[in-house]
């Protein structure tokens, strides 16, 4: 009998436990709490910005630590950590940093250039598990003049160099003398930046909060919650319930999102571009006028229609639309099977047998286009390519790969015929990793595109310190690459960062009055002056 | 009884070697390397070949193997992804996916059991037929289907935050406020993690139960002039756990392992998600650890299975000629 009755009494019990914990729980939260919750897709790994690798890692790493220089909101490079620097050209440039003075690490201890020092050593250290090396290579000297200033020697001129000081500084009494790799200050970081780390649970969630002696000012927000949720579909969910306030979207949420009450979507250019790459070694894509009908032939609106809902624009060439080194000059390819079709004509290209594929010395014009699983929008792009070459003639047949399988079983050995990939780029306009021709064998040429001018044109480019004199160069690459159409540019994408209007810049008006003005974003994104963000009480009511 | 004990834990011992060794080279044979994964056009080749040889990856793979050994036990293996100490990674997972599935066996045996003896007893009855029914819908529904159902219609009927092991973005909380909190964030993970669990072992809890009313000694029984009740609580239902005490057993790596696919719909920081994305990044040293982990359970819950088996039912006897 006893049995019996246990065997009705347990889940009874689990049911009442449930039960009481569904009506207990809060079904409002609390949206005037004066802190930030920004939802990821992905946890941190290093809290070290010179061993950070990923987004994430990055996000947090700008609150906690000051680079020498930073970009503001339109993207010029201002002083950070620096309080002013000079340039002084020549065939050996000296970058002049002259440091603020009285700036402390959130331990307390005051920062110096030895700090800087101490950064550049563990980043050219082999030892050092870093990708920023390279920034570094043409760096002959780091020298420390006094307490305050230093000057930095590059062995050749080297414009993109002046960005790597945009890197996060970090402190040589806390890291001097341990293995950088696997320190714990890693995971608990100690910075000069606006926000100081509280606390790291792993797969949940970062916590930062206000610096009240940061060197600008004591930021308004009392702390920021960064949280880890590792579905994009589930941060909307978030964003409703008001689980996170911050959250980047894709195109498609972007409509539902902006009919929410509570919330405000932002709109800019992302710092990238999504292309098809040809192997240029594939004897398919060698002649020009292939690659071009190959343009031609998309209708890369439509792609751009389909797969982004139309948040973006198309790509002309290798530099983003809003960046002062595109050049406003080239139009985008227009959609042309006619001269798609002419093209190859011209290159020989027909359809001799009427099978409706087009063949020259007997071979048909086929080949196999790859691109990572787990990217939708990329794998809509391969079908949509597929569909479209198709109705001049052209089979391309797709295939998808794990990305790591992707990258280095078939990208990185040149095994491939033609891939969709995209580039996320820095702020400066140097890509001569990606064209140079010296870096066909190991680098990430990997279409193995080799043009004595563009080699000359990026040689010159980043030797060149004057921001006109670059905009020429730029604008010329620009123009030979969308004539010779190494890739199919397709589009750079907008990216959607959407945020709770509880938020506001405080700014001071007149007789220090405090005026509050809704975030507004820039060219540089939205952070710009995260410093002055706010959650006043009573505005919340009012936004009701 | 300690003897057979002791010898089948020494076997455990050449296994889980095996085990090691096969899993180490199937991974490092697997395409992909954990370095230059990022495509960041800053990275130079020449950075790529000092970081593998950071990492060991330049030798050969039998000496990997025993470095990875010899780390694993001085404790200074860390992760290629964080450098962090690997252990400690795992550690820090381990409380919740722990809870996660303590809480779902309770659920699957809490149900299953009553369910099954319920429908044994009213075999063919309207309850048992529909319980057979909606057994076969818990098995063969898609668990991330059903996860994305439910929490999209729980946060639009009630807009109650459902995702992660707490609610964020509140302060203040009383400590009783705080554990209900907690429970309720189980709530939905756990159940979608014991569906499957709570289908199937009812129906094998009925089946079980079943078997053993058939048996002569039940008929025994009720000649004896017992109620039914005395018959199915008292006789029956004890044999026919038998083999649901053997499943516990099995259950043990399971209670690690964790699921990646719960983990991931609920936002739940356990071990499932941390070993799905060591895979994905080549984070060698943490998937062998996890792997070499999950293989010791799964060994030791094997025997524990035996052991219970033999503990329970007094016909099994091990060692003894």
Request: aromatic residues 12%; proline residues 5%; hydrophobic residues 40%.
């Amino acid at each position: 009998m006893k049995l019996k009755l246990i065997l009705l009494a347990i889940p009874a019990f689990i049911m009442l436990i449930l039960s009481i914990s569904f009506f207990s729980a809060r079904t409002t939260l609390d949206r005037s709490i004066n802190q930030l919750v920004i939802g990821s897709i992905g946890d941190a790994s290093y809290l070290n910005p010179i061993l950070a690798q990923d987004s994430a890692s990055s996000d947090i790493n700008s609150f906690v630590f000051n680079g020498l220089l930073k970009y503001d909101k339109d993207l010029n490079i201002v002083g950070d950590l620096a309080g002013s620097w000079q340039v002084v050209e020549g065939d050996k440039p000296v970058i002049a940093f002259n440091l603020r003075k009285g700036v402390k690490w959130h331990d307390g201890v005051e920062f110096t250039a030895e700090d800087v020092k101490f950064t550049y050593d563990a980043i050219m250290d082999e030892k050092t598990n870093t990708v920023r090396r390279s920034d570094y290579e043409l760096v002959e000297e780091v020298r420390v003049l006094d307490k305050y200033k230093l000057e930095v020697r590059y062995s050749e001129p080297f414009s993109p160099g002046l960005e790597s000081w945009t890197i996060g500084i970090i402190p040589e009494h806390l890291l001097s003398g341990c293995d950088i790799n696997t320190a714990e200050f890693n995971r608990y970081p100690v910075g000069t930046g606006p926000f100081r780390f509280k606390e790291w649970i792993s797969d949940e969630k970062i916590v930062v909060e206000a610096n009240e002696d940061y060197f600008e000012g004591h930021p308004f927000l009392d702390r920021i919650i960064y949280r880890i949720i590792p579905e994009t579909s589930l941060s909307e969910i978030e964003l409703l319930t008001g689980g996170i306030d911050y959250s980047n979207v894709y195109p498609h949420q972007y409509d539902r999102m902006r009919q929410n009450p509570y919330l405000r979507v932002y709109t800019h250019l992302s710092l990238g571009y999504s292309y098809i790459g040809y192997n240029l070694e594939n004897s398919l894509f060698s002649d020009r006028r292939v690659r071009q009908a190959l343009t031609f032939a998309l209708d890369r609106k439509k792609i751009l229609d389909y797969c982004l809902n139309g948040r973006g624009k198309l790509a002309t060439g290798p530099f983003p639309n809003q960046m002062w080194y595109h050049n406003p000059q080239i139009l985008p390819y227009p959609y042309s099977p006619e001269k798609a079709k002419n093209l190859l004509a011209e290159a020989g290209w027909i359809d001799s047998d009427g099978d409706g594929i087009l063949d020259k010395g007997g071979k048909p014009f086929k080949f196999t286009l790859i691109t990572n699983s787990g990217n939708d929008i990329r794998r809509d792009i391969a079908v949509l390519a597929q569909r479209q070459w198709r109705e001049i003639g052209i089979v391309a047949v797709p295939r998808l790969y794990e990305w790591s399988t992707f990258i280095n079983t078939y990208v990185n050995p040149r095994n491939f015929d033609a891939c969709i990939l995209g580039w996320s780029l820095g702020v400066d306009p140097d890509q001569y990793s990606i064209w140079h021709s010296s870096q066909i064998k190991d680098g990430f040429n990997f279409i193995s595109y080799r043009n004595e001018e563009i080699d000359r044109l990026l040689v010159s480019g980043r030797r060149e310190y004057r921001k006109g004199k670059r905009r020429a160069i730029y604008h010329r690459i620009h123009k030979i690459m969308a004539r010779e159409q190494p890739y199919t540019f397709l589009f750079v994408g907008e990216a959607l960062p959407v945020l709770s209007k509880k938020f506001f810049v405080v700014e001071y008006g007149e007789r220090g009055k405090k005026d509050f003005h809704p975030v507004k974003i820039a060219k540089g994104g939205l952070m710009y002056d995260l410093i002055k963000w706010y959650v006043p009480r009573r505005a919340v009511v009012s936004d009701r | 009884m300690t003897k057979y004990v002791l010898k089948r834990f020494l076997q455990c011992i050449p296994t889980l070697f095996g085990i090691t060794v096969i899993s180490f080279v199937i991974i490092h044979i697997a395409p992909g390397s954990p370095i230059g994964m990022q495509l960041n056009p800053k990275t130079s080749p020449k950075i790529v070949e000092e970081m593998r040889k950071n990492y060991d990856l330049d030798k050969p793979l039998h000496i990997q193997y025993f470095l990875w050994l010899k780390k694993l036990f001085s404790g200074r293996l860390y992760s290629f992804k964080d450098g962090k100490p690997v252990l400690q990674k795992i550690r820090e997972r381990l409380p919740a996916t722990l809870i996660l599935n303590i809480t779902s066996i309770l659920l699957i045996f809490g149900f299953a059991i009553p369910l099954g003896v319920f429908s044994a007893t009213h075999r063919y009855s309207f309850l048992d037929n529909l319980g057979t029914l909606l057994a076969y819908i818990g098995i063969s529904i898609p668990g991330f289907w059903l996860a994305y159902i439910l929490i999209l219609g729980v946060v639009k009927l009630s807009g109650m935050p459902v995702l992660g092991m707490r609610t964020f973005a509140v302060e203040g909380l009383r400590f009783l406020e705080l554990a209900l909190d907690r429970i309720w964030h189980l709530v939905l993970p756990s159940l979608i993690l014991a569906i499957g669990g709570i289908a199937g072992i009812s129906r094998y809890m009925r089946s079980s139960m079943l078997e053993v009313i058939r048996q002569d000694y039940i008929r025994t029984a009720y000649a004896k002039g017992l109620t039914e009740d005395e018959v199915y609580y008292k006789h029956a239902l004890r044999n026919a756990l038998l083999p649901i005490i053997t499943i516990f057993g099995f259950l043990i790596p399971g209670l690690i392992g964790g699921s990646v696919i719960v983990e991931t719909v609920f936002a739940w920081p356990g071990i499932g998600r941390l070993a799905y994305q060591s895979v994905l990044s080549r984070d060698y040293p943490t998937v062998m650890t996890i792997m070499t982990i999950s293989a010791f359970l799964t060994l030791f819950g094997t025997l524990v299975a035996d052991i219970l088996y033999a503990v329970a039912d007094p016909r099994i006897r091990y060692g003894t000629k």
